[in-house]
Each structure stands twice: as C-alpha cells, then as structure tokens.
C-alpha cells in the first residue's frame, strides 16, 4: 500500500463492512459506524476516487465449473506476453513478481486440457519464456471470485487459426470462444 494512504477508523470500518457485504447500503453503513449517511458517502467517494475501494464482479470458479490455472514463467519480455493474452477470454490476470519466475498467470477455462494447450503453444513456444511452471488450482480455501470475460462480440482472442493448430484437431482443445470454430459449453451462444 503506498505509505501516503492515510485510513483512519471509520475508513477501516467502511472497508471491513464492504467486505462482509458488498451490497451493504450506505444508511446500514452510518447506522453502524455512527456516522450521517451523506459523510459515509463522502467517505466511500473518497476512498474510491484514491483507488482504495472498489468492487470487481466475477464468478466463483468452482460454482461454475471452471477451472483456474496458475502459470508461473520466467519471461524475458514481460510486456509481450501481457500483449499475446490482453484479449485472450481464457486469460484473467498477470503478476509481476520477484524470484526465479517474474511473472505469474492466471487462466480460466471449462476444461484442464484447454488449459493446457494454451500454455503449451502460446507460452511453451514462444520465445520470450524461458521457463513454464504450469499449476491447477485444486481449492481454494474462501471463495474465490474472479472476473470472467463472458460477452466476447467483436474480440479475437489471439492471431492464431484454431482450426490450423494441432491441439485442436486431436479434440485436446475446445477453441477459441472468441471465433467460430469454438466447441464448448460454457461460452457457447444458445
């Protein structure tokens, strides 16, 4: 947290109440921190417009049956891989870290083999990796909500012609959601 961040109480409060239940009103807020309800949104206002608070929505990957791949890479050209998957439905995050592995990489798709041949041919192969250490996230221990793509009009995932790759004609991948060759369930239009 950057050390110009001051919190006092009340925001510590606010956070912790936001927390427990993001639907929490505002009037529920005051009621409990013992504040009118105009200065606990001044407040909220506050700590949104500094970026401390905010509300992300997802989906809890295991109601949903998705799985969640953790990819660890040692990359020589960071940015370029946050480029080769900034479009990619399957792709949620990207962490830069310190150690042996500068980055980390966070994957969700319906199937583990899916998951696999995206890092097998697009971090495997590419020459910007030097070292993949590819991970599924068997449980977590709380609920873990994280931001699904789910409407994919007008995207393209990546350059690559799914029908052409070879993980996809022996049925190892389900395709890209964000084209026509796509054969799964979850992202499929009804």
């Known amino acids: 947290m950057n050390s110009n961040v001051r919190l006092d109480e009340k925001d510590r409060q606010i956070i912790t109440l936001f927390q427990k239940n993001p639907e929490i009103s505002q009037s529920e807020i005051a009621e409990i921190i013992g504040l009118s309800q105009p200065s606990v ?5 506050k700590l949104k417009d500094r970026g401390i608070l905010s509300h992300i929505v ?3 990957f295991k109601k949903v049956n998705l799985f969640l791949a953790k990819v660890e890479i040692a990359a020589k050209n960071s940015q370029n891989i946050i480029d080769t998957f900034s479009k990619c439905p399957f792709f949620i995050n990207a962490l830069m870290v310190s150690g042996r ?3 980390t990489l966070l994957f969700m798709g319906e199937n583990i083999a899916t998951l696999e041949s995206i890092i097998d041919y697009h971090l495997r192969l590419n020459p ?7 991970n599924i996230i068997v ?17 393209r995932g990546c350059d690559l012609d799914c029908e052409g790759c070879p993980y996809y004609k022996s049925g190892r991948c ?6 026509n060759a796509y054969k799964g369930d979850f992202w499929r239009k009804d």
């Not at 949104?41 to 206002?45: H, S």
């Not at 709380?142 to 995207?155: A, F, R």
């Open 41 to 45: 949104g001044m407040r909220i206002k």
């Open 58 to 60: 997802g989906m809890n």
């Open 101 to 103: 592995y500068n980055m």
């Open 128 to 134: 910007d990796v030097k070292e993949v250490d590819f």
């Open 139 to 155: 449980s977590p221990v709380k609920d873990l909500v994280m931001p699904v793509k789910i409407t994919l009009e007008g995207e």
């Open 174 to 179: 389900l395709g890209c959601p964000a084209t």
